[in-house]
């Protein structure tokens, strides 16, 4: 790893990643602000806006929760902390190779003695930090903010596991980022490809949520290796776990491996 | 001994695009110009001794060393100025060079101070906001900044003013006499005579010929644009018998290749007006390697 690489990064992103976690915790203290232990009747209140049902399901909004690690796997963990780290790391994984390469300034980097599988893997653990850092923020604002709001009602392990399945469904996530990112020279491609992939990936697992008849579309999204209810109730989950950090660090090696197989136009 | 090697390199892109069977050698403590017209190929050529292309055949080294798996090594001691430099936006002049010497692991801060005062310029400002001019600075220095042995400059001079292309050329002599080795590619014969010794002529990715630079400047065709008293006057001196360009009225483009002697002797026989010597493409300047049939060796 080239660390005069890797603090650059840091000087040019850390604001990035600074406010995407702020926005995050914000998200979070607004969702767990809308819970009420003693009537937990936010699905009444939703339905008083007469949102049609499909809608809500889509949203994983459907489930009559009551214990406060449920609520959050589903109001939260089930579609914002989903769809938010998304946009922001896929946006960073654009910068860190595509971008610098289409600009020229990937010359810079490269014409010193450095490989490129060394320039590749310098990114690629930059932006497995970004995204460590992201869900790991998010587990610290909701460890202390749940201990403030309502003391003794999270349960600790189970919280812990949603948030490290989270962490492995955004590795994964972010490695099909960075793999579009090492194999195009160009942003529009590259952004093209490694935010809408997952973008598409998010409408088919909130469609398969709607209704039993489009129920077999989950197959089609790695989003269903994540069903954060399970991961929060404390049912098996090991193997879907396994699945995305193999398929996250398989996804890395590989945009290191095009990489260095490319022709850069430099 | 040569220090760079290209051996029948072939990268194609496309019909007549790219580079073909493209060999060529440049010994150590030399300056090679690499001149062509935009397309020619150049580029390409050097983007393979950078190691930046994957060959379609054929090999390059560089000391020895496979420019393409050996990269990083090569590197160590080479320096580069890219035809269309990228800088990093978010960052000033000072930073970007501060972090070309932490990525090389190294400080070079009198050399730095030399360089930056030998271009005159100031880095402290946003790269964003610097001119063509000041980002070429910039970029010459960096490529410079560690003292490389190998220098490899694709345009270097493009965008600098008449003042500072002098400086380059004065750098770059220096550093041929310290036994440095340079390729140095310029689509202007100009930019490229002050400075090597040796000169090979691109056209569609294909060397036509290798030639030292006094070689190719008496091979040159200079064409002047004469202006005459009358319009017979005008034809009065295209009976002279040299090869004529064009002839509008009084105007008269005749092109003269090698001696310029007997040009200049049948000038003060005419009611000469006007002289003139517009700039020429190297097409124009060369037309014996780029004529439809040119092949020269």
Redesign the interface.
Known sequence: MSKALFLKNLRAHWKLAAASAGVLALYFSVILGMYNPENPGIIGMLASYKLPPFLLAAFGFDRVVTELNGFLASFFYGMLMLAFPLVSYAFLANRLVAALVEKGSMATVLQAPITRVKTAFTQGVFLICCVAFLVLSVTLTGLLLAQALFPGLLGVPGFLRLNLGALLLHLMLSGLCFFFSCLFSDTRRSLAWGSGLPILFILLHMLAKTGPGLHALRFLTPFSLYEAMDYAAGKPILTQAAAMLASGLLLYAAGVWVFHRKDLPL | MAEIVLDRLTKRFGENKGVFGLSFEVGSGEAFGFIGPNGAGKTTAI?HL?????PDAGTCQIRGMDCRTQ???I??D???V?G???????MRGEE?LR??E????GSFARRKRDLLERFELDASGRIKKMSKGMKQKLGLI?AFLHDPGVLVLDEPTSGLDPLMQARFVELVREEKKRGKTLLISSHSFEEIEKTCGRVGILKEGRLVAVRSSEELDAARRRVFSLTFASERAAEAFEAEGFETVLRSGRRLDVAVTGELAPFLAALPRHPVTGLDAPRQTLEEAFMRFYGERANDE
């Open positions: 983007r950078m190691g930046f292309l994957n990269a990083a090594s590197h160590r080479l320096g580069y890219p269309e430099i990228g800088f990093f936006d978010e970007y972090f070309c932490r990525i090389r692991k960096s």
